[in-house]
């Protein structure tokens, strides 16, 4: 018997992928080829098309996975464990992404591949914690345990993540004065196109892969599930008197 | 009130089996005396040097030592079984968890206060005027990390590799108490007026009510099934 | 009111399957027996009844009370003696009742405490540490606990294991008193010759089926 969301899914899931691949492929034509250079950093602009909607969606991931878990916390349902279990992993993916494309796109602006700075500081701390939460789900033996206890950490990060970066902030604006930052930018309409093309691209995405990875989660420990029916009905019937 | 009382027979039972073994205390103490020494070979300092990066040295060896006595706290329930006993047991796991957070916290702070005159000694520090200040900055971050350690070592005591995943589950969300601590400890250690560095003070505090009363939220999940 | 009541319980490890469907009573006054081979799941049906595990599917109550929705008043009126002994090593015999019946939410007075450390036969060793006690020690040390914490339902997990002559005798005496007052008892065990002089009624736990058995059949030894 297969969820009735599981099926929603497999049902509607083609079109986040299709909207995902149409918005993604616009916003690079314009964003990499048709759009002009940018007046103030010039060509260098052009990865902050692919940067910007990357981070934007690992934060956005991160919310999910946040508020998936108190969901889980609260009502117990392992769909919704599985569906964190997914967020989490594709939220670390795009956390290396955006931190790669961060790290490129800060050579040539910054002049250095690595600078403390707070947006920086606290997405590799993103990263840290999301590791963490990966490992942790394989450290536990049962898996309900290690659901329920990644779902805490989860939690605990969320609400530890904000206060990360205000005091990196904070610290940074004591030692030294804040380098060049995003919020600066003027944003003109050549930008806004391709950024908002892409930035909608990379959330379907992220959607569709969530929907895809809580899919081949759920159906794993269904088939387990069955396996574990089967396995346990030669058990019994060995066993019975 | 049974809570409080739960909350006491918690922190009496800790503190005596601590008092009889010294078990914990001490691992605690020769860890931390080693990374003095670690770092004073590894940075050759004069005063000036030693001024700069002592606030740092010292949360360090703090928090690494405070990671030790946090990872004790529930491997001792281990012995004989007596997780399953206070899983079980009626009493409000909220309070088992404060009374857990107020023994780590006791260890921790001990430890540092007992560590702190080796710091004064080995880094030739001027410290008369500062030491009020630097006992409530101690306090402070010392029950921010027993915060949220308390309800890591918790969590990570029923899983595999428990000893690796403490500090790196905790040392990330830390960052906050960590980077106050060494600020304000800075600030007190330079002889700076109150109000330079008052603002990390606040930070300490607000990191130490969010997280003791999330942390006791979240407890009652760890140790229930 | 009945003391056990267990409808439909199933439990499984991750995808293997320990037990299902299993449905039962036990009233006040008894003593239940469950036995059954290694690995057959009767350490588990336990602990789901100690609320330290939470069952797959089905639920259960013990006096009335549901022990999933309702279990921090379950746990009020129950006791577990476990494998493991539940003892600090480093506290005395007498300190380690006053902490287990504190985080009870009981203060027994301290002739309370030597009368139950004297009913079990270590009175002697009231201010012994526990580092120092053998397991039969910390078994009976045990069993102290539940002369003072009067719980309404006694589990047991291999009571018998590591006592010698008078602790099972010791032992069988205050499961009796536990049902004079109307408790009810539910042990696992293997020893049967040890059990069957105090259950009133038992249980096979087998290839995740369990066979009822009334005092009777406990004693007729076909069944087993």
Redesign the interface.
């Given at each position: 018997m297969i969820n009735r969301i599981i099926r929603q899914i497999q049902r509607y899931k083609g079109w986040f992928g299709g909207a995902a691949a149409l918005c993604i492929f616009l916003g690079l034509y314009i964003g990499l080829l048709a759009s002009p250079p940018d007046y103030y950093q010039g060509e260098l602009v052009r990865i902050m098309y692919v940067h910007v909607p990357l981070a934007h969606t690992s934060t956005m991931a991160y919310s999910v996975l946040f508020f998936g878990s108190i969901w889980y916390l609260w009502k117990r349902d392992p769909l919704v464990d599985n569906m964190c279990q997914a967020s989490a992993s594709i939220c670390a993916l795009f956390t290396t992404l955006a931190l790669i494309t961060g790290s490129i796109w800060a050579k040539p602006t910054w002049n250095t591949w690595w600078t403390w700075d707070p947006r920086l500081v606290s997405f590799t701390v993103l990263l840290l914690i999301l590791g963490g939460y990966i490992m942790l789900r394989r450290l536990v033996d049962d898996p309900v345990q290690g659901g329920r206890y990644a779902a805490i950490l989860a939690i605990v990060g969320g609400i530890d993540l904000p206060i990360i970066k205000f005091s990196v902030e904070w610290w940074r604006t004591l030692h030294q004065p804040m380098s060049f930052s995003t919020r600066g930018v003027s944003i003109s309409e050549d930008i806004l196109v391709p950024l908002t093309l892409m930035s909608i691209g990379c959330w379907l995405l992220f959607a569709y892969m969530v929907m895809v990875r809580t899919q081949i989660l759920y159906l794993t420990d269904l088939l387990h599930a069955k396996k574990g029916r089967f396995l346990s009905q030669t058990h019994f019937s060995q066993t019975t008197p | 009130m049974?809570f409080f009382?739960?909350i006491r027979?918690v922190v009496?039972?800790d503190l005596?089996?601590e008092w009889?073994?010294r078990e914990t205390m001490s691992s605690m103490l020769f860890f931390a005396l080693i990374v003095i020494l670690v770092f004073s070979f590894s940075f050759s300092m004069d005063q000036d040097a030693a001024r700069q990066l002592i606030a740092g040295i010292i949360w360090v060896a703090f928090t690494f030592t405070g990671i030790i006595g946090l990872g004790k706290s529930f491997t001792s329930e281990l012995?004989?079984?007596?997780l399953?006993?206070?899983?079980?047991?009626?009493?409000p796991k909220g309070a088992i968890y404060l009374g857990k957070v107020a023994a780590n916290f006791l260890f921790m702070l001990s430890v540092e206060i007992l560590l702190f005159p080796l710091f004064v000694l080995f880094f030739n520090l001027d410290v008369i005027e500062a030491v009020g200040t630097l006992l409530i900055i101690f306090s402070l971050a010392t029950l921010g990390l027993a915060a949220?350690g308390t309800?890591f070592s918790a969590?990570t005591v029923?899983?595999?590799?428990r000893e690796v995943?403490l500090p790196?589950?905790l040392l990330?969300?830390a960052?906050?108490v960590m980077?106050?601590a060494v600020?304000a400890t800075r600030g007190a250690l330079s002889g700076d007026p109150f109000s330079f560095y008052s603002?990390w003070i606040q930070?300490l505090i607000?990191?130490d009510i969010?997280?003791t009363v999330?942390?006791f939220w979240?407890f009652e999940?760890?140790l229930?099934? | 009111m009945i003391a056990i009541q267990v409808s439909n319980l199933s439990k499984a490890y991750g995808f293997y399957r320990i037990f299902e469907d299993l449905s039962f009573d036990i009233h006040p006054g008894e003593c239940f027996a469950l036995f059954g081979p290694n690995g057959a799941g009767k350490t588990t049906l336990l602990r789901i009844l100690a609320t330290l595990q939470a069952p797959s599917q089905g639920h259960f109550t013990i006096f009335g009370q549901d022990g999933v929705a309702q279990k921090d008043t379950v746990r009020e009126i129950i006791m577990l003696i476990a494998h493991g002994s539940h003892l600090y090593d480093e506290l005395s015999a007498t300190e380690n009742l006053q902490f287990a019946l504190g985080l009870r939410g009981q203060t027994p007075s301290p002739p309370q405490i030597k009368r139950a450390l004297d009913r079990t036969g270590i009175g002697a060793f009231a201010d012994l540490k526990i580092r120092q006690f053998s397991a039969g020690m910390k078994k009976r040390l045990d069993f102290a606990k539940t002369i003072l914490a009067q719980p309404q339902l006694l589990l047991l997990d291999e009571p018998y294991n590591a006592l010698d002559h008078d602790g099972v005798a010791i032992t069988n005496q205050l499961i009796q008193e536990t049902l004079d007052r109307a408790g009810t008892v539910f042990m696992t065990t293997h020893d049967r010759d040890k059990a069957t002089q105090i259950a009133t009624r038992g249980g096979i736990l087998k290839g995740g089926h369990l066979q009822l058995l009334s005092s009777e059949q406990l004693t007729t030894d076909a069944i087993f």
């Open positions: - | 049974p009382k739960t027979w009496w039972k005596i089996s009889r073994t012995q004989n079984d007596c399953e006993s206070l899983q079980m047991c009626p009493a949220v309800l969590l029923q899983i595999r590799a995943m790196v589950l990330p969300l960052i906050p980077i106050a600020e603002q930070l607000i990191f969010i997280f999330v942390s979240l999940f760890i229930d099934s | -």
